[in-house]
């Protein structure tokens, strides 16, 4: 596990940990990415437990061997074995608990904190802590349900009359700006590991040239925040607006596979036709299996696409271009019937393979996240190329957003800077070549989207109208880094971790944060958004089945 455990940190800033178990039912994919992108790596480890297991072989006499001893010897070592093996078991003989991964944090950093435990101890305590996945009030703190709620709705910028139902608690009147005879499409482009800091516009590096062209087409959102740092935090984010929590993502917990809000059960309830389009396998990560629950009736994935119409296969899938093609021709044979459509690109996901010949390397290596992000910018491209010759194009509105950032790191408990990515937002009544400046959130990318959509919805999305949001009303961010939870407001976040006081910092910048007294009326906010999130989903109230 030690072994392992470099690479891992590296991937994802932490040490093993429940991801290491659930990549395992993918053993095709791991396979691959460990063949491509770790080779090195296991050959190390098999030779230096080869060589383990042979010093263990050959010295088996000197290290196993037993030897007799008198009764009265053991009588004399049996109570100091007793209680080393108590006190090792225990850890303490003060303490009123045993001790556990908290007495590891002194720091605000995450890294650091984790680097006093050991691999099979993180491993096994995740897999231990699987049977409290979503019991929030015993990670961070107890709160009735009815504050909680009431709290997360004075964020919402929703009045209180717009509330349409008691037993689903924020079920809500979304109105449309405008109303049209006939509403617009959606497109979402969920970019795979898009971070800001590889976008041009937005002062990243300069690999995101036709995404940059873009921004003049549409409105930029340029203090936006992901939720976390995996796709499927991306998608529960995007797709149905949902709070992030502890537990895992509810693309892949038992209670959101059907009956659970998406903006495709939405719309389908509008007549649109609603899809998924990926050059990867849908299994992965439980996608096919919640969307095929929560309202997506066309699945294209991996096997949908003809070998000699496409241009490349990787370890992920099919290219970003290929994915693009398939999205376009697909969109186009749906004539004049409305639709509603998530493409998810994979093209720049480690090891980062795309085909030959498209885009000038900014890496001399081909193989890295630099060129990986400059082709997958280079398929957005192409596909708008295609798209605005159709006649879909004028009635849509286009969403380009990425699910999370490549690695996330950093030296303190949450490293916000890793978590800011662009949107990008091209449509009917959708204001050209602007930039959105205040801090947002992902979730509050399909609220606003749906104010321009053409007709009036209800939606229980807790993510806010951003059009409507009044100049005084200050920005919000929630972020979750593996059991840390963020909630930040403007330049003030709360950092809860399990089972610890909560802690408050000042943003300097995304780098810097100082450490301030706790106000406990934001701390009591930032709680409430985690449980709230954990009693909907625990109680089914997240969806459009109004009771009777």
Not at 43 to 63: D, E, P, S
Not at 87 to 107: C, D
Not at 386 to 402: D, R
Request: hydrophobic share 40%; aromatic share 14%; charged share 20%.
């Amino acid at each position: 596990m030690e072994l392992a455990t470099p690479n891992f940190i590296g991937q994802y800033d932490t040490r093993p940990n429940q991801l290491f178990i659930e990549y395992l039912i993918y053993p095709k994919e791991v396979i691959q990415l460990l063949y491509k992108g770790y080779l090195v790596s296991i050959i190390a480890t098999f030779i230096f437990i080869t060589a383990f297991v042979y010093i263990l072989i050959k010295f088996r006499k000197n290290l196993f061997g037993i030897e007799t001893s008198v009764y009265k010897t053991k009588l004399i070592l049996f109570p100091v074995i007793a209680f080393l093996l108590f006190f090792g078991a225990r850890s303490s003989l003060t303490s009123k608990r045993p001790i556990n991964a908290s007495n590891a944090v002194f720091s605000t950093d995450q890294l650091t904190n984790c680097l006093g435990l050991n691999s099979f101890y993180t491993v096994g305590f995740a897999v231990y802590s699987m049977k409290n996945e979503g019991n929030s009030d015993k990670m961070y703190g107890k709160m009735n349900p009815i504050e909680a709620i009431s709290r997360v709705k004075k964020y919402m910028n929703v009045a209180e009359s717009d509330f349409i139902n008691k037993e689903l608690p924020l079920l809500h009147q979304v109105y449309s700006d405008s109303l049209v005879d006939k509403p617009y499409n959606i497109v979402i482009i969920l970019e795979e590991s898009l971070g800001a800091e590889y976008v041009g516009s937005l002062g990243g590096l300069p690999l995101t040239p036709e995404f940059d062209k873009l921004t003049k087409e549409g409105l930029l959102f340029t203090n936006l925040f992901c939720t976390g740092t995996r796709s499927v935090r991306g998608i529960e984010a995007v797709v149905t607006g949902f709070l992030p929590s502890p537990s895992e993502s509810v693309v892949k917990l038992n209670n959101s596979q059907t009956d659970f809000y998406t903006i495709a059960s939405l719309l389908k309830t509008k007549g649109y036709d609603t899809s998924f389009i990926y050059g990867g396998m849908a299994n992965f990560d439980n996608m096919g299996s919640f969307f095929n629950g929560n309202g997506f009736d066309t699945i294209i994935d991996e096997g949908n696409f003809v070998s000699k119409e496409s241009a490349y296969h990787s370890t992920w899938g099919w290219s970003d271009e290929d994915v693009m093609k398939k999205a376009n021709t697909y969109f186009t044979s749906l004539k004049e019937k409305p639709f509603v459509s998530l493409i998810f690109s994979s093209s720049n996901h480690e090891p980062f393979e795309y085909p030959e010949g498209r885009i000038k390397l900014y890496d001399k290596q081909k193989n890295t996240v630099n060129n990986a992000m400059k082709y997958a910018d280079y398929s957005i491209g192409k596909f708008f190329e295609m798209a605005k010759k159709e006649a879909y194009y004028k009635n849509t509105i286009f969403i380009v957003i990425a699910d999370h950032n490549t690695r996330t790191y950093g030296k303190h408990l949450v490293p916000i800077h890793k978590f800011h990515i662009p949107a990008l937002i091209i449509g009917p009544n959708f204001p050209k070549g602007e930039k959105y400046t205040k801090l947002c959130s992902q979730i509050d990318i399909q609220p606003t989207v749906l104010s321009k959509i053409g007709m009036n919805v209800i939606t229980p999305m807790p993510g806010r109208n951003l059009f409507l949001l009044p100049e005084s009303t200050k920005g919000r961010a929630i972020m979750q880094f593996h059991d840390v939870n963020a909630f930040r407001v403007d330049n003030q976040v709360i950092i809860m971790q399990p089972y610890k006081e909560p802690l408050q910092f000042k943003i300097e910048n995304d780098t810097v944060l100082t450490p301030v007294s706790l106000d406990k009326e934001l701390a009591k906010d930032a709680l409430a958004h985690v449980i709230t999130a954990s009693y909907l989903y625990k109680q089914r109230k997240y969806n459009l089945k109004i009771p009777n």
